[in-house]
Each structure stands twice: as structure tokens, then as C-alpha cells.
């Protein structure tokens, strides 16, 4: 999609965020540090931005208050490659927060090369950018939904996907994968050693099938103020996500060489952290204006460029929405072995799914 790169990024939209309270995830560097500038300057209540270590975080604060004056920023721990690690975090939420307007879910990794597991025993790259946000959303799933109904308004769950996701090309093993099977497959050794290159373009559609698949199951805004779900494509921005290309591991790895070269040539004309993180603000505050209607249109949508635009057409084929409705079961699964409260969050909060 190189004609992407060639348009101006839309201006960032501001709004007035008192008595809101902000979190936002790898926050300390990329588009996740300029999105929190942004909403500093917006006088939120509060502003979590979290970090992979203290230093990282209290760094990040420092200077974040030091540009905008803002005094209101706490700098939160949490390694998503740590299931106990997200735990811990959902649980001091749950503990100190009395409300959660805005979660904006960032961080993520771009692993290539050799195969590389968590301690959880996942795929890194898969449960850094799915399996431990999509559990930090159920976990604070009920704060969310309690905020909304003791305020009347409609909270955010915003999750970074990218124009990646267009170019996911899941193979029939995964798609086709036998029942509760599907995240087994995608996460293991003998699947993700197939390509050198990795596969972060279909982390990145899973970031959209689990929205979708949320907002589905969450009462639809023209019943009650309930949560918008919202994944955004910030574009191809200077960041040090793609650290992974310059591993010394694979250094000599001719795909990744080639692949090396090419993301070189196209950091030149890339998107810088700040255009990039416009799209985050604007997933977390886009047509917020129009009331219940903006959120309406918002819900489970994609939004690219500050615009509500289609996903990709395998999401929207018959074939996609029998893929996302799999996996979102596999995930209930799944988390509910991390954590036991997911199933019972699904079964309190959630209703059958809906169109």
C-alpha cells in the first residue's frame, strides 16, 4: 500500500478529557509516548502511561511533563510477555481506579527469525500483541462497563492493528485447524518457523477480529452507555518496532537482509511517531461529538487516515466471520485457564452476539 505513505496524516483532534481517566500501553517510546503527550494537553483526571520497567516509565513521565506541564501522569508496570505480569496490573486497576474512560492499547513487538516462546509458553510476538492485550480487555472489561453506567458515558478500548492486516495470509492449517485448535497451530514452532519475515501482519489482523468480536457481544450503544471498541492503523512510522529486523541472530539471513533493505528505503519517506499517533487519539475520541450516533459508528470499526474505513475482505467474508467467532471462543478458552474471572466477565458482562 506505498500510495499511503503519500498522503498528508489528518491534524490531531483534541477534546476536553476533565474527570477522565487515560491508560495508555507502550507508552515510553513510538507512537504510544506522542499519543500520551497529546492527551496530557487534553487535562485528563488522570494518565496512566504504561512501561516494560520502572526506569522506562518514570523516564517517559519525566519528560512527558516536562513538554506538556501536565502533573497528572502515573507510570504503571506491566510485560505483556508475562501473563502474571498483566494480572497484577489489571488487579491494581481494579484496586485504585474508580473509573477507566479511555484504554488504549499499543504495545507490541515485530519478532523475526528465530522462534522464540514466553515463559506462558506462547509465541512472543503473538501473545504480546493478542493473547495478553485481548486478556488486559476482559480484566478491565467491568471497570469500563461500571464507568460507563455511573456516568453516562461511552469508555474506549482502542487496539493499534495496521494496514498490515490487508496483506495476512493465513495458511488453511490455521484457518482450517481442527476445533480449539486455531491458536495452538498459529502459536507453534513448526507454523512460525515457515517465514523468516515473521508473521506480524497477522497479529495484526487478529487485533481486528477480536475487536469485532467484542463489539458483537457488548449491548449496543442505542440500549445504554456501554464500551466502543475501536482498532486504528496509526500507518508505517519511524518506531523501534521493527528492533527485530536488526536482531544479530538473524543478521545473516538473506530474507531479512532483503527485508532489512527495504523497510530502510521505506523509513524515508515514513510517518514520524507524532503524525502516527494522531490515530490513536482519534480512535479514542473521533466523533465523539455526535453523541450516541458517533459511538454508533465507531463500534468495532477500522479506523485509518481519521476515517472509518472497510477491514480487509477475508474479515468481511463468510469465511472471516466463521474464523473470528473461532477464535474468539479459543480465546475465552484459553484466558480462562490464565484467569479464571474471564469466563465469568463473558458470562456477567456479555450477550449473545449481534449484527
Given at each position: ?176 485447524a481442527p476445533?480449539?485448535k486455531i ?166 458482562y456479555l ?5
Amino acid at each position: 500500500m506505498p500510495e499511503e505513505w503519500e498522503r498528508p496524516m489528518p491534524p490531531v483532534i483534541t477534546a476536553d478529557l476533565t474527570g477522565k481517566t487515560v491508560i495508555v500501553t507502550g507508552a515510553n517510546v513510538g507512537i504510544g509516548f506522542e499519543a500520551a503527550k497529546h492527551f496530557a494537553r487534553m487535562n485528563p483526571e488522570k494518565l496512566i502511561i504504561v512501561c516494560r520497567s520502572k526506569e522506562k516509565g518514570d523516564e517517559a513521565k519525566r519528560v512527558i511533563q516536562e513538554e506538556t506541564k501536565f502533573p497528572r501522569i502515573e507510570a504503571w508496570i506491566m510485560e505483556l510477555s508475562d501473563f502474571s505480569s498483566v494480572k497484577a496490573f489489571a488487579d491494581r486497576a481494579e484496586k485504585e481506579l474508580e473509573r477507566i474512560d479511555y484504554l488504549v492499547e499499543n504495545a507490541g513487538v515485530a519478532n523475526t527469525g528465530k522462534y522464540k516462546a514466553t515463559k506462558d509458553g506462547w509465541e512472543d510476538t503473538f501473545q504480546v500483541n493478542n493473547l495478553a492485550p485481548t486478556l488486559l480487555a476482559f480484566l478491565l472489561l467491568p471497570k469500563m462497563l461500571q464507568t460507563a453506567k455511573k456516568h453516562g458515558t461511552y469508555p474506549r478500548l482502542v487496539v493499534v492493528s495496521s494496514h498490515t492486516h490487508y496483506w495476512s495470509t493465513l495458511e488453511k492449517e490455521v484457518v482450517d485447524a481442527p476445533k480449539g485448535k486455531i491458536l495452538e497451530t498459529f502459536s507453534s514452532e513448526n507454523y512460525w518457523s515457515k517465514t523468516t519475515s515473521g508473521r506480524y501482519q497477522d497479529t495484526k489482523l487478529f487485533n481486528v477480529l477480536f475487536i469485532r468480536a467484542l463489539a458483537s457481544r457488548l449491548p449496543p450503544p442505542s440500549q445504554s452507555p456501554t464500551i466502543t471498541t475501536v482498532a486504528v492503523n496509526p500507518s508505517f512510522c519511524l518506531s523501534s518496532l521493527r528492533r527485530g529486523y536488526h536482531d544479530p541472530s538473524v543478521a545473516s539471513d538473506e530474507s531479512i537482509i532483503k527485508m532489512r533493505e527495504t523497510f530502510d528505503e521505506m523509513e524515508k519517506t515514513a510517518f514520524t511517531g507524532e503524525e502516527g499517533s494522531r490515530q490513536l487519539v482519534y480512535g479514542a475520541i473521533g466523533l465523539r461529538d455526535e453523541g450516541k450516533e458517533g459511538e454508533e459508528k465507531m463500534t468495532g470499526g477500522y479506523v485509518s487516515f481519521s476515517n472509518l474505513v472497510e477491514t480487509s475482505d477475508f474479515v468481511l467474508s463468510e469465511e472471516g466471520r466463521k474464523f473470528e467467532d473461532r477464535v474468539w471462543d479459543e480465546c475465552i478458552e484459553v484466558l480462562s485457564q490464565v484467569d479464571g474471572r474471564v469466563e465469568k466477565i463473558v458470562a456477567e458482562y456479555l450477550i449473545p452476539k449481534h449484527n
